[in-house]
């Protein structure tokens, strides 16, 4: 089945204690991203990588890191969380040449305290 | 600042009858304008997309209207079901995607 996985699904952690958010698809996708959700705020992009190798700054990469050493894993990384970074995160993945057509994950529910 | 906009928050429309949600954006250099579809505790899922070469796209019951003129766009779900219930996204997008704040549609039975 074609998905996009990411884990975990809720994490509760403190402030300053790096963490790892994990995202991987199977469908072979080149384009992976990054969003928060926000209320009244929508869906906002950190980042986004064209391949791998390739990363770009969305619009609100502050506090963050991505990698991409493979095609089919994009991990958001927090090291050092705060507060304010306390949302509901989503990854995507998209064939390079539709990538308005993505696929979404299920989300991430982070609260730091 | 946001430049992408839904400045209807919430929308009830009776079943059958036709849902027109509404999107602003700013920029004029997008290159492609979608709406995604939101259930709770799930991810966004596609529901159709316009070129912005074009002024229309159609897709079953979903309608997405672009007028660059305006920077305007809009879905038009026609007839709207019950399933239809749901937080709606517009975006914009070059290589960055940018997301309006949703418009959650309500359809009564």
């Known amino acids: 089945e074609a998905q996009v996985t990411q884990n975990p699904r809720y994490l509760i952690t403190v402030t300053g204690k790096k963490l790892t958010v994990t995202c991987s698809q199977n469908m072979n996708h080149e384009y992976m991203s990054w969003y928060r959700q926000d209320p009244g705020l929508g869906l906002r992009q950190i980042y986004y990588s064209m391949n791998v190798e390739v990363t770009d700054k969305g619009d609100v990469p502050e506090g963050y890191k991505v990698s991409r050493k493979e095609k089919r894993n994009f991990p958001l990384i927090l090291e050092s969380p705060s507060p304010n970074q306390t949302s509901l995160y989503f990854c995507a993945s998209s064939f390079a040449d539709r990538i308005t057509e993505a696929f979404f994950g299920q989300g991430t529910r982070l609260t730091v305290v | 600042d946001q430049q992408v906009k839904q400045n209807s928050p919430s929308l009830s429309v009776q079943e059958g009858r036709i849902s027109i949600l509404n999107c602003d954006y700013t920029n004029s250099m997008f290159d492609y304008f979608l709406w995604y579809k939101k259930y709770p505790a799930e991810g966004p899922t596609f529901l159709i997309s316009i070129s912005s070469i074009k002024d229309k796209n159609e897709d079953g019951r979903f309608t997405v209207f672009l007028n660059k003129s305006a920077k305007h766009l809009s879905l038009h779900i026609v007839p709207s079901q019950p399933g239809d219930s749901a937080v709606y996204f517009c975006?914009?997008?070059?290589?960055?995607?940018?997301f309006g704040t949703g418009t959650s549609l309500t359809v009564i039975p």
């Open positions: 975006a914009a997008t070059g290589n960055q995607f940018y």
